[in-house]
């Protein structure tokens, strides 16, 4: 038991009630993307949120959002749909559903910590969408032949 | 619609289809080969990652499981992997088949002797000109691989390859442009078309059409095809989706998922190296390498690799800053692969999304032989005289000299920390005759329907192969002399 008679199911479930509803309140309450999103894009909430994690995992603003272009133009709408999830998770729950701030609306130095934290959590989930997401940058961005002459990298023979 | 009548449909043109539309096609069979991808040829193929992951693999590369840890490349393009495999061949050995035979009940498999077996495995290599790597043709990376390992007297081998007329330009996994690595789109596709082999592209099958229990074709969006036999060779993850779709309800269907699971592993050199040119795969350190018949394939391999700036980037860790630092070395770079056989333990599991779950979690002895082979790898390239070593899970600081090594046995195996590739998935639609524990029968049949025939690397009761290229196109000859008899 707990104080004033609550037990410990009644308060872990309070408490998880709590988390809920504050989490679909930053999630739904305000209703962010209430416009549908385009056919084969993302919206553009959760475009900004995928340029911002792109611009700290790349370390360059530019960059960034080419390569959220790129990879925006590059999905289906399934695929879509399941960063757009993760890209929710990531905008309204940085550091947990009690985060008051959106990642997008974080500066530069704070939305680091929250990615390198993501990359060491505990949760795998978050691991994964941390991961994907670095590796996804790096792809698209490496892929670019502007990146390719400081590597040494001659690029492809065919046409030359 | 597009509708087609033939006496045998093929769904996918990969290791497996590519063969039986060769064979059945060239028999007399009228013949459909159904293939979810686009047609490619050489003319397609640009050498540019950004265009040819998204135009040739799955996904364009990002099929991986469900955690993220494994990212499971499959070819989705006419040849199937086949256009984007480092062309490896790799037969089984006697003792994986004397494994299956022993352990899972193939016995003497209707007197299918070890020998037909190693026939068909030539008869297949000898349709894609395969033979060894000649020895001009082994690049820096590999040579010195081949070098650490020689001065740590460890035994390796030169691999096998279905090249002719390579000219080294290391584009192997994003569709070679000269027609010189000889997939089924080269090798057998062009001539089952001669033969009158009907060739439908962009064709996802949605389902095994049946009357009654017996198949009477396949279709999906905008087509259909009706045939007396159908053949599924769709791969180890994507057959079971056909089956799923097709309400076949058997749990075996999806189990037994053995990925192989590969560690990329990444050496600086202070002397250029250019990985990214010449064969990419091209040397093997065998030395922990085990077959027998108690356990099947076990141990590890080493094996010389290289990949793209792209893909070579999305694998290492760190932060941007270090990367960028690291890829100004990329003409420096040395890689291999720590390709560690596995048992069958994962599942794919289909639901009603247009893509799979694939659940995998490797095993404490996987990872145990994981981190030897990344251990043995980085002694190989140190002994080289390799700079420095990238650790290749995050946290694992490099490594310079023996001692650094021991960083290696502390590393984090987490899935996340430690991306892993796999390029041969397979198992997960068993063939045994065993009918509570496996999908196929003794003669490559589905149970529970007449008239469906399943050849891919599903049907492999355990890792059958370090390359599954070979050992999926002798099962796909095998079926083929089955049915034309």
């Known amino acids: 038991m707990t104080a004033a008679g609550t037990s410990r199911r009644q308060f872990i479930t309070g408490s998880l009630l709590f988390s809920a509803a504050f989490a679909g309140y ?3 309450g305000r209703r962010p993307w209430a416009e549908p999103p385009p056919s084969g894009e993302l919206p553009g909430p959760q475009g900004t949120t995928l340029v911002a994690a792109f611009a700290v995992m790349l370390e360059d603003d530019a960059a960034a959002a080419r390569a959220a272009a790129e990879l925006d133009a590059s999905l289906d709408a399934d695929q879509l749909e399941q960063l757009g999830l993760a890209l929710k998770v990531l905008e309204f729950a940085p550091a947990g559903p009690l985060t008051s701030t959106r990642f997008s609306r974080m500066d530069r130095a704070r939305q680091t910590e929250v990615i ?15 991961a994907t997401l670095r590796q996804a940058a790096r792809f698209i961005h490496f892929s670019q032949p502007s990146t390719w002459a400081a590597m040494g990298y001659d690029g492809p023979w065919v046409g030359k | 619609m597009r509708t087609l009548k033939v006496q045998d449909v093929i769904v996918g043109s990969g290791a497996a289809g590519g063969v039986l539309a060769h064979r059945l096609s060239r028999a007399g069979r009228s013949v459909a080969l159904v293939e979810e991808g686009p047609e490619v040829s050489k003319a397609d193929f640009t050498q540019r990652e950004d265009q040819m992951y998204a135009l040739l693999h799955r996904d364009a590369g990002g099929q991986a499981t469900v955690d993220g840890g494994v990212a499971v490349l499959q070819g989705r393009c006419l040849g199937g992997s086949t256009t984007v495999n480092m062309g490896d061949c790799v037969p089984i050995t006697d003792g994986v088949i004397d494994h299956w035979r022993q352990h899972f009940g193939w016995g003497d498999w209707g007197g299918i002797s070890n020998a037909d077996i190693h026939a068909a495995a030539a008869a297949v290599q000898a349709d894609m000109g395969a033979g060894p790597i000649p020895e001009d043709m082994v690049n820096k990376a590999n040579d010195l691989l081949r070098q650490g390992a020689g001065s740590l007297g460890m035994a390796g081998e030169i691999l096998h390859h279905n090249r002719v007329g ?32 009907e060739l439908l592209c962009d064709a996802l099958v949605d389902r095994v059409i049946l009357d009654g229990s017996r198949a009477v074709g396949v279709e999906g969006p905008g087509f259909r095809v009706d045939a007396e036999r159908v053949f599924l060779c769709a791969g180890a993850i994507h057959t079971c989706g056909i089956l799923h779709r097709s309400g076949h309800s058997s749990d075996a269907v999806g189990a037994n998922l053995s990925l192989q699971p590969q560690a990329p592993l990444v050496a600086i050199f202070p002397e250029e190296v250019r990985f990214f040119r010449g064969v990419p795969q091209s040397y093997a350190v065998v030395e922990d390498l085990t077959s027998d018949a108690d356990h099947g394939l076990g141990g590890f391999t080493l094996e010389g690799v290289s990949t793209g700036p792209a893909l070579a980037s999305s694998m290492i860790p760190g932060t941007m800053a270090e990367l960028i630092a690291l890829m100004s070395r990329y003409a420096h770079m040395a890689a291999s692969l720590c390709l560690v056989p596995d048992r069958p333990g994962g599942r794919v599991v289909w639901g009603d999304r247009p893509r799979p779950t694939i659940k995998y979690t490797p095993s404490d002895d996987h990872q145990r032989r994981l981190r030897a082979a990344i251990k043995a790898a980085s002694r190989c390239y140190l002994a080289a005289g390799a700079e420095r070593v990238i650790g290749p899970a995050a946290g694992c600081p490099e490594m310079r000299s023996e001692a650094d090594l021991a960083a290696i046995d502390t590393m984090s195996m987490r899935s996340s920390d430690l991306p892993m590739i796999s390029a041969h998935p397979q198992g997960s639609c068993r063939m045994a005759p065993d009918a509570f524990n496996s999908v196929v029968d003794m003669d490559f049949r589905v149970r529970g329907v007449d008239g469906v025939w399943l050849c891919d690397a599903s049907i492999f009761p355990t890792t059958a192969s370090t390359h599954t290229m070979v050992p999926v196109m002798s099962m796909a000859h095998l079926l083929a002399q089955q049915v034309l008899s």
């Open chain 1, 26 to 28: 930053h999630a739904w």
């Open chain 2, 166 to 197: 390579c000219i080294g330009a290391g584009y192997c996994t994003i569709g070679c442009a000269y027609d010189a690595k000889r997939g089924t789109l080269v090798a057998h596709i062009p001539a089952a078309r001669e033969a009158g082999c």
């Open chain 1, 116 to 130: 390198r934290a993501w990359e060491a959590s505990r949760l795998g989930v978050r691991r994964q969408i941390a």
